[in-house]
Protein backbone atom coordinates (compact mmCIF):
# COMPACT_ATOMS: atom_id res chain seq x y z
CA UNK A 1 0.00 0.00 0.00
CA UNK A 2 3.01 2.31 0.44
CA UNK A 3 4.40 2.04 -3.06
CA UNK A 4 4.40 4.57 -5.71
CA UNK A 5 4.21 3.10 -9.26
CA UNK A 6 5.87 4.54 -12.39
CA UNK A 7 5.55 3.92 -16.12
CA UNK A 8 7.47 3.86 -18.05
CA UNK A 9 10.94 3.02 -17.03
CA UNK A 10 12.40 4.60 -19.64
CA UNK A 11 11.17 7.24 -22.67
CA UNK A 12 13.00 8.73 -25.69
CA UNK A 13 11.23 12.10 -27.00
CA UNK A 14 12.45 14.15 -30.23
CA UNK A 15 13.15 17.70 -29.44
CA UNK A 16 10.14 19.71 -29.26
CA UNK A 17 7.85 16.71 -28.46
CA UNK A 18 5.17 16.16 -25.66
CA UNK A 19 7.24 13.81 -22.88
CA UNK A 20 4.42 11.94 -20.60
CA UNK A 21 5.49 10.08 -17.04
CA UNK A 22 2.72 8.35 -15.23
CA UNK A 23 2.43 7.61 -11.62
CA UNK A 24 -0.13 5.25 -9.32
CA UNK A 25 -0.55 4.75 -5.93
CA UNK A 26 -2.46 2.89 -3.48
CA UNK A 27 -2.60 5.16 -0.01
CA UNK A 28 -5.02 7.57 0.26
CA UNK A 29 -3.67 9.26 3.35
CA UNK A 30 -0.88 10.78 0.72
CA UNK A 31 -1.34 14.19 0.36
CA UNK A 32 1.72 15.57 -1.51
CA UNK A 33 2.66 14.89 -4.68
CA UNK A 34 6.52 16.19 -6.15
CA UNK A 35 8.15 15.40 -9.13
CA UNK A 36 12.16 15.24 -9.43
CA UNK A 37 14.38 15.55 -11.96
CA UNK A 38 18.20 13.71 -11.46
CA UNK A 39 20.95 13.81 -12.75
CA UNK A 40 23.54 11.19 -13.07
CA UNK A 41 25.68 11.73 -9.38
CA UNK A 42 23.48 14.55 -8.66
CA UNK A 43 20.94 14.55 -5.82
CA UNK A 44 17.01 14.72 -6.76
CA UNK A 45 15.76 18.28 -7.33
CA UNK A 46 12.19 19.16 -6.95
CA UNK A 47 10.55 20.18 -9.95
CA UNK A 48 7.03 20.53 -9.37
CA UNK A 49 4.77 19.41 -7.17
CA UNK A 50 1.23 18.99 -6.06
CA UNK A 51 -1.61 18.29 -3.72
CA UNK A 52 -4.17 16.41 -4.13
CA UNK A 53 -7.42 19.45 -3.93
CA UNK A 54 -6.44 20.92 -6.99
CA UNK A 55 -6.10 18.82 -10.46
CA UNK A 56 -3.53 20.25 -12.82
CA UNK A 57 -0.44 22.38 -12.06
CA UNK A 58 1.78 24.33 -14.47
CA UNK A 59 4.87 26.13 -13.95
CA UNK A 60 6.63 26.95 -17.31
CA UNK A 61 6.98 23.40 -19.28
CA UNK A 62 6.15 21.41 -17.00
CA UNK A 63 2.06 20.30 -15.93
CA UNK A 64 1.33 18.15 -13.28
CA UNK A 65 -2.36 16.39 -13.72
CA UNK A 66 -3.89 15.03 -10.74
CA UNK A 67 -6.83 12.24 -10.69
CA UNK A 68 -7.98 11.89 -7.54
CA UNK A 69 -10.93 9.07 -7.53
CA UNK A 70 -7.77 6.89 -10.28
CA UNK A 71 -4.89 7.43 -7.55
CA UNK A 72 -2.96 8.95 -10.58
CA UNK A 73 -0.94 11.76 -11.54
CA UNK A 74 1.19 12.22 -14.42
CA UNK A 75 3.88 14.68 -15.52
CA UNK A 76 4.52 16.29 -18.66
CA UNK A 77 6.99 18.31 -19.60
CA UNK A 78 6.19 20.31 -23.30
CA UNK A 79 8.65 21.34 -25.77
CA UNK A 80 10.89 18.83 -24.45
CA UNK A 81 14.84 19.74 -25.01
CA UNK A 82 18.01 17.34 -24.40
CA UNK A 83 18.78 19.29 -21.36
CA UNK A 84 15.47 17.64 -20.17
CA UNK A 85 17.39 14.44 -20.50
CA UNK A 86 17.92 12.96 -16.90
CA UNK A 87 16.12 10.72 -14.73
CA UNK A 88 12.17 11.74 -13.47
CA UNK A 89 11.15 10.44 -10.11
CA UNK A 90 7.51 10.80 -8.64
CA UNK A 91 6.73 10.81 -5.19
CA UNK A 92 4.25 10.97 -2.42
CA UNK A 93 4.12 11.49 1.05
CA UNK A 94 1.42 12.44 3.96
CA UNK A 95 1.31 14.58 6.71
CA UNK A 96 0.47 11.73 9.03
CA UNK A 97 3.84 10.51 7.98
CA UNK A 98 6.00 13.34 8.62
CA UNK A 99 5.92 13.19 5.05
CA UNK A 100 8.74 10.92 4.51
CA UNK A 101 8.32 10.52 0.41
CA UNK A 102 7.99 7.15 -1.16
CA UNK A 103 9.27 7.16 -4.40
CA UNK A 104 8.30 5.12 -7.60
CA UNK A 105 11.37 3.87 -9.42
CA UNK A 106 12.22 6.41 -11.96
CA UNK A 107 12.29 7.00 -15.58
CA UNK A 108 14.69 7.82 -17.95
CA UNK A 109 13.90 10.45 -20.16
CA UNK A 110 16.34 10.97 -23.13
CA UNK A 111 15.69 13.72 -25.41
CA UNK A 112 16.63 13.20 -28.83
CA UNK A 113 18.17 16.63 -31.09
CA UNK B 1 21.60 25.17 -5.43
CA UNK B 2 20.06 23.62 -2.49
CA UNK B 3 21.86 24.88 0.40
CA UNK B 4 22.29 21.29 1.44
CA UNK B 5 25.81 20.37 1.73
CA UNK B 6 26.72 16.34 1.77
CA UNK B 7 30.43 15.42 2.89
CA UNK B 8 31.99 13.32 1.99
CA UNK B 9 30.88 13.08 -1.74
CA UNK B 10 32.62 9.63 -2.03
CA UNK B 11 34.18 6.73 0.31
CA UNK B 12 35.37 3.85 -0.78
CA UNK B 13 35.66 1.46 2.44
CA UNK B 14 36.72 -2.48 3.10
CA UNK B 15 33.56 -4.59 4.65
CA UNK B 16 33.40 -4.53 8.34
CA UNK B 17 34.82 -1.22 8.51
CA UNK B 18 33.15 1.35 10.03
CA UNK B 19 31.97 4.55 8.30
CA UNK B 20 30.13 8.33 8.84
CA UNK B 21 28.57 10.63 6.13
CA UNK B 22 27.59 14.19 7.21
CA UNK B 23 24.88 16.77 6.35
CA UNK B 24 24.85 20.05 6.80
CA UNK B 25 21.45 21.65 6.03
CA UNK B 26 20.51 25.32 5.72
CA UNK B 27 20.04 27.13 8.99
CA UNK B 28 15.99 27.29 8.06
CA UNK B 29 15.33 22.87 7.38
CA UNK B 30 14.38 21.99 11.16
CA UNK B 31 13.37 18.91 9.44
CA UNK B 32 15.56 16.92 8.08
CA UNK B 33 15.69 13.05 6.30
CA UNK B 34 17.98 10.50 5.52
CA UNK B 35 17.42 8.45 2.45
CA UNK B 36 18.87 5.53 0.55
CA UNK B 37 19.39 5.06 -3.36
CA UNK B 38 20.77 2.24 -5.32
CA UNK B 39 21.65 2.05 -8.54
CA UNK B 40 18.72 2.18 -10.73
CA UNK B 41 16.08 2.25 -7.92
CA UNK B 42 14.30 5.64 -6.43
CA UNK B 43 15.55 6.97 -2.90
CA UNK B 44 14.00 4.86 -0.12
CA UNK B 45 13.67 6.42 3.52
CA UNK B 46 15.95 6.28 6.39
CA UNK B 47 15.37 9.05 8.92
CA UNK B 48 13.49 11.86 9.62
CA UNK B 49 14.22 14.69 12.39
CA UNK B 50 12.53 17.35 13.31
CA UNK B 51 14.95 19.64 15.21
CA UNK B 52 17.14 17.45 17.18
CA UNK B 53 14.47 15.26 17.59
CA UNK B 54 14.82 11.30 15.42
CA UNK B 55 10.57 11.06 15.13
CA UNK B 56 10.96 7.55 12.64
CA UNK B 57 13.15 5.40 11.67
CA UNK B 58 12.24 2.73 8.44
CA UNK B 59 12.85 -0.95 9.31
CA UNK B 60 15.46 -0.54 6.66
CA UNK B 61 17.62 1.00 9.49
CA UNK B 62 19.53 -1.82 11.17
CA UNK B 63 20.84 -1.59 14.48
CA UNK B 64 24.41 -0.99 12.63
CA UNK B 65 23.38 2.43 11.39
CA UNK B 66 22.63 5.12 13.49
CA UNK B 67 22.02 8.84 13.17
CA UNK B 68 21.90 11.59 15.15
CA UNK B 69 21.18 15.68 14.62
CA UNK B 70 22.94 17.22 17.81
CA UNK B 71 21.30 20.88 18.31
CA UNK B 72 19.31 20.40 15.22
CA UNK B 73 21.95 21.69 12.92
CA UNK B 74 24.16 19.42 10.71
CA UNK B 75 23.22 16.06 11.26
CA UNK B 76 25.58 12.49 10.72
CA UNK B 77 24.81 9.03 9.43
CA UNK B 78 26.98 6.00 10.96
CA UNK B 79 27.07 2.81 9.75
CA UNK B 80 29.20 0.26 11.93
CA UNK B 81 30.15 -2.84 10.19
CA UNK B 82 29.85 -2.11 6.61
CA UNK B 83 28.74 -4.53 4.05
CA UNK B 84 28.93 -5.26 0.69
CA UNK B 85 24.52 -4.77 0.54
CA UNK B 86 25.39 -1.07 2.43
CA UNK B 87 27.01 -0.03 -0.81
CA UNK B 88 24.36 2.96 -2.52
CA UNK B 89 24.07 6.66 -2.75
CA UNK B 90 23.29 7.91 0.97
CA UNK B 91 21.15 11.35 0.50
CA UNK B 92 19.82 13.95 2.99
CA UNK B 93 17.37 16.42 2.46
CA UNK B 94 16.12 19.70 4.61
CA UNK B 95 12.60 20.48 4.23
CA UNK B 96 11.23 23.92 5.69
CA UNK B 97 7.94 24.86 7.21
CA UNK B 98 5.92 23.94 3.72
CA UNK B 99 6.17 19.90 2.42
CA UNK B 100 9.24 20.77 -0.05
CA UNK B 101 12.65 18.62 0.12
CA UNK B 102 15.59 19.64 -1.09
CA UNK B 103 17.84 17.20 -1.46
CA UNK B 104 22.08 17.47 -0.74
CA UNK B 105 24.56 16.08 -3.46
CA UNK B 106 24.75 12.67 -1.82
CA UNK B 107 27.44 10.66 -0.50
CA UNK B 108 27.97 7.50 -2.40
CA UNK B 109 29.13 4.71 -0.46
CA UNK B 110 31.25 1.62 -1.99
CA UNK B 111 32.11 -1.17 0.09
CA UNK B 112 34.52 -3.46 -0.74
Known amino acids: QQQVKQSPQSLIVQKGGISIINCAYE??????FPWYQQFPGKGPALLIA?????SEKKEGRFTISFNKSAKQFSLHIMDSQPGDSATYFC????????????FGTGTRLLVSP | DTGVSQNPRHKITKRGQNVTFRCDPI?????LYWYRQTLGQGPEFLTY????????KSRLLSDRFSAERPKGSFSTLEIQRTEQGDSAMYLC??????????FGPGTRLTVL
Open chain 2, 27 to 31: SEHNR
Open chain 1, 27 to 32: NTAFDY
Open chain 2, 93 to 102: AGRLAGNEQF
Open chain 1, 91 to 102: AAGSNTGFQKLV
Open chain 1, 50 to 54: IRPDV
Open chain 2, 49 to 56: FQNEAQLE
